[in-house]
C-alpha cells in the first residue's frame, strides 16, 4: 500500500522567512496530493491541493510543487507569519476507477513562526 | 452551520465500558471516514463509508465497528475499551470522486481511565 514520508518533523523560522516541507510517497499510481494544515486542537483543514497532471500550483502564499518521476511534492510557504504557526501534513491518494481510495497522510510537520 | 459534526466532543471512560461517537454530514457527501489521530499527531484511516457500504477496512481491532444509518451519518461504536484507545478521532467526508478533499469535523478526544 501507500507510503508517505514527511520531513522535517519540526521547523522554526522567523517571520518573512520561507518555509519548505517535502514528502515523498511510495505508490507510483498515486494522483492526488493535498496539504492540510492544523492548528492547536482544531480539525486538519485543507490549504491547497494538486494533481498529478500539474507540476506546480500557488495560492497566495503558499505553493506546491510535485515531481511524479521522483514522486516527491512539497510545500512552500512564503512570507512566513505567526498565524502560519500549525502543524502542515501532505497526503497522497490515487484513483480506483473513478472513486477515490484512501488519503495516507505523512506523519505531519510542526511550523513555528518567531515574531 | 456545521458542514461535519460529531459528537461528544470529549469522552472520558474507563478501560472496559462500550461507547459510541456520533458522525453527521450535510454536505450530500457519499463517502465518510474515521480517522484516528494518536498522541503523536499521526493521523491514520479506520474505516470509509459510501452509500451505506464499508469500502475500506483498515486493520483496526474488531472492537471497533462504524455504523451507518443513512448516507449522512457514520457512527463509530467501540467495545471493551483499552487504555490505548485513548486519542482524538476524526469524522469526515468527501464526495468520494475522482480526486476530492476530505473535510474533517472537529473531533472526539477520548480519554480511556
Known amino acids: 500500500g501507500e507510503n508517505v514520508e514527511q520531513h522535517p518533523s519540526t521547523l522554526s523560522v522567523q517571520e518573512g522567512d520561507s518555509a519548505v516541507i517535502k514528502c515523498t510517497y511510495s505508490?507510483?499510481?498515486?494522483?492526488?496530493f493535498p496539504w492540510y494544515k492544523q492548528e492547536l486542537g482544531k480539525r486538519p483543514q485543507l490549504i491547497i491541493d494538486?494533481?498529478?497532471?500539474?507540476g506546480e500550483k500557488k495560492d497566495q502564499r503558499i505553493a506546491v510543487t510535485l515531481n511524479k518521476t521522483a514522486k516527491h511534492f512539497s510545500l512552500h510557504i512564503t512570507e512566513t507569519q505567526p498565524e502560519d504557526s500549525a502543524v502542515y501534513f501532505c497526503?497522497?491518494?490515487?484513483?480506483?476507477?473513478?472513486?477515490?481510495?484512501?488519503?495516507?497522510f505523512g506523519k505531519g510537520t510542526k511550523l513555528s513562526v518567531k515574531p | 452551520d456545521t458542514a461535519v459534526s460529531q459528537t461528544p466532543k470529549y469522552l472520558v471512560t474507563q478501560m472496559g465500558n462500550d461507547k459510541s461517537i456520533k458522525c453527521e454530514q450535510n454536505?450530500?457527501?457519499?463517502?465518510m471516514y474515521w480517522y484516528k489521530q494518536d498522541s503523536k499527531k499521526f493521523l491514520k484511516i479506520m474505516f470509509s463509508?459510501?452509500?451505506?457500504?464499508?469500502?475500506i477496512n483498515e486493520t483496526v481491532p474488531n472492537r471497533f465497528s462504524p455504523k451507518s444509518p443513512d448516507k449522512a451519518h457514520l457512527n463509530l461504536h467501540i467495545n471493551s475499551l483499552e487504555l490505548g484507545d485513548s486519542a482524538v478521532y476524526f469524522c469526515?467526508?468527501?464526495?468520494?470522486?475522482?480526486?476530492?478533499?476530505?473535510?474533517f469535523g472537529n473531533g472526539t478526544r477520548l480519554t480511556v481511565t
Open positions: 454536505l450530500g457527501h457519499d463517502t
Open positions: 494538486i494533481r498529478s497532471n500539474v
Open positions: 463509508y459510501n452509500n451505506k457500504e464499508l469500502i
Open positions: 505508490d507510483s499510481a498515486s494522483n492526488y
Open positions: 469526515a467526508s468527501s464526495p468520494g470522486s475522482y480526486n476530492s478533499p476530505l473535510h
Open positions: 497526503a497522497a491518494s490515487r484513483d480506483y476507477g473513478g472513486s477515490q481510495g484512501n488519503l495516507i
